[in-house]
């Protein structure tokens, strides 16, 4: 469920993580799950499906974003400007990004945006899932896009294990020198809470992790 707290602002949950209290119903678990599908493919994919105009950075207006979702997509009449921002605010993997009555999608995008205006990474050490067929391949030859624009990077060993899980039981791991990376010129980006973007990594600064300093890690957690 997705709520506002009048003292601590919008939530996910059947109470504030705060205080505890219960605060006012803004959108049931279906409806955010279906509104997050659909902004999505909106700002990420397929803006001109929806009759979205999207400058060259991907911001897209939140009023004509509602507009669109209201004509194009049964039962979201309702929704208003409050709705898109409480969405925005309380997605966990922090994929959008709003700035006064615009929008974007600050990752995964397969339409050609320039992100060059997102923070600049401040670690050094990134991680990224790779499967066992895939490990040699990218440690030789390096890191590229193939299903989106940008590289996709993690910025922990736990983090990049939960990434390659959609495509691996049991993801291998490779990490990225990033301080040599980024003294060389390679500009990476934060782009979400533990996601950074990047156009590219050379094979030169990728290396395999350990399987037992990933599973180090992994019994941490538990």
Not at 105 to 128: C, G, K
Request: proline share 3%.
């Amino acid at each position: 469920m997705l709520a506002e707290c009048k003292e601590h602002g919008y939530y996910r949950g059947d109470s504030c993580p705060v205080c505890n209290k219960e605060g006012k119903f803004l959108m049931n678990d279906q409806e955010l799950s279906s509104l997050s599908r659909i902004m999505a493919g909106a700002l990420r994919h397929f803006p001109e499906k929806l009759g979205l105009m999207m400058d060259g950075k991907g911001w897209v207006d939140i009023s004509l974003l509602i507009d669109a979702i209201g004509t194009s997509r049964s039962g979201f009449k309702w929704l208003r400007a409050h709705h898109v921002k409480a969405m925005a605010s309380t997605d966990e993997r922090g994929r959008y990004q709003i700035d006064g009555g615009m929008i974007r999608a600050t990752y995964a995008h397969s339409i050609d945006v320039n992100l060059d205006d997102l923070p600049l990474a401040d670690i050094d050490d990134f991680y990224y899932p790779v499967t066992e067929e895939e490990a040699d391949m990218i440690v030789e030859g390096g890191l590229y896009p193939v299903d989106r624009k940008k590289v996709h990077l993690s910025g922990s060993i736990e983090k990049a294990v939960e990434a390659g899980k959609v495509r691996a039981e049991e993801p291998l791991i490779l990490k990225i020198d990033g301080a040599k990376a980024k003294k060389d010129g390679i500009m990476i980006y934060h782009a979400g809470k533990d996601v950074y973007i990047t156009d590219g990594i050379d094979a030169k600064y990728i290396s395999n992790v350990d399987d037992s300093e990933v599973k180090k890690v992994l019994e941490k957690k538990h």
